[in-house]
């Protein structure tokens, strides 16, 4: 997403919004280039205290269609992950549809790890990592939902997984051709092939919350050495209720999940049901389209620099091209 769409606050706006939110003032701010959906600060406020303010786009911008209410997803998953003992920041003030922003907020505390894909581990060093990864993952799963399916802010939800995630992939692709998303085989094949896959689906009839963008960025780390831990899980504006296989996608993006990944592992220690039935792997395949076709459709809003994402375009596509022949196979 191009930076001009994002929110643009002045000092003294930053300042009354945080006085008003939690009754202190800011020192100093310092905004934050990573995300492209939502503005983010880093602010120094006069209590002693750093935080971090989010601010979602104007009401009226599109983005992906299951990007609708995004800040709405995230405040949801703090109030229901952090009593669950999940390592994340604290939410310290939520605000919707505010009357002086016309918009949404979450003003959350700062972090002072690093994130694991600025770390430069060895792999012997990420091992003990992706296992306490697992383990996070097993307690997220246990959350209990309402038997609602998909993504219920975006209003893309159904009473079964199969429909939920029939409807999610749907508005997927009608977002690619609203885009004209240049995709590896025409939108209708897509849909087609997904949709001839999706009675395994079935075999999901609890509702997990998934965070479905478990990559090296999102997660923080703190600590040297042996003595290195994961300090908080961030931003699960991509959370939905569904399949807590999909939450295996994203951290072995691009591969193939494998049985000896440490993730694996700790997840099952945990606690978690991790069983790579032939089922299990259809539904794997389905998750994988989805998420490459994410990859693919969100440069249309997003208009990422070409030399920045060029290769990850590629990936995308050879890796999208894979997962729909995998599901062409009988």
Same mark, same amino acid.
């Given at each position: ?27 100093? @701010? +310092? =905004? ?22 989010? $601010?979602?786009? /104007? ?29 994340? /920041? ?33 792999? !012997? +060093? =990420?091992?003990?990592?992706?296992? +306490? ?9 246990? *959350? ?22 029939? $409807? *999610?992939?749907? !508005? ?21 092939? *997904? ?6 689906? #079935? ?9 479905? #963008? ?12 042996? #003595? ?15 399949? /807590? ?9 691009? =591969?193939? *999940?494998?049985?000896? #990944? /440490? ?5 099952? =220690? ?27 459709? +969100? ?18 596509? @050879? ?12």
């Amino acid at each position: 997403m191009d930076s001009r769409t994002k929110r643009r606050l002045s000092a003294a706006e930053l300042d009354a919004l945080v006085r008003g939110a939690l009754g202190t003032g800011v020192r100093s @701010s +310092e =905004e934050l280039a990573d995300g492209f959906a939502n503005a983010v600060w880093r602010l120094d406020l006069e209590d002693g205290r750093q935080v971090v303010l989010k $601010v979602g786009p /104007p009401p009226g911008l599109r983005l992906l269609t299951y990007e609708r209410h995004l800040l709405r997803t995230e405040a949801m998953v703090y109030r229901l992950a952090e009593p669950a003992g999940l390592p994340l /920041p604290s939410l310290l003030h939520a605000a919707f549809d505010d009357p002086v922003l016309g918009g949404d907020h979450l003003i959350l505390s700062a972090l002072d790890g690093v994130p694991w894909n600025q770390a430069s581990l060895s792999p !012997a +060093e =990420e091992a003990p990592l992706r296992h +306490e990864l697992g383990r996070h993952l097993a307690r997220l799963h246990t *959350i209990p939902g309402t038997g609602v399916f998909g993504y219920p802010f975006a209003g893309l939800t159904g009473p079964s997984w199969r429909e939920a995630f029939l $409807v *999610i992939v749907g !508005a997927l692709l009608g977002d690619a051709v609203h885009y004209g998303t240049r995709l590896p085989a025409p939108v209708e094949e897509i849909a087609a092939l *997904i949709t001839a896959a999706a009675p395994t689906l #079935d075999e999901v009839v609890t509702p997990s919350l998934v965070h479905f #963008d478990i990559w090296p960025g999102n997660v923080f780390l703190t600590g040297e050495g042996r #003595d290195r831990r994961i300090q908080a899980l961030i931003d699960h504006e991509r959370a939905f209720w569904g399949d /807590p296989l999909a939450d295996f996608i994203t951290p072995t993006i691009f =591969e193939e *999940i494998r049985e000896d #990944d /440490p993730l694996v592992t700790g997840y099952r =220690e945990a606690g978690g049901t991790l069983l790579i039935t032939p089922g299990a792997e259809v539904r794997a395949d389905l998750y994988r389209a989805y998420l490459y076709l994410i990859l693919l459709v +969100e440069n249309g809003p997003r208009q990422y620099p070409e030399e920045a994402y060029a290769r990850l375009r590629d990936l995308a596509t @050879s890796s999208l091209v894979r997962s729909l022949d995998a599901l062409r196979v009988p």
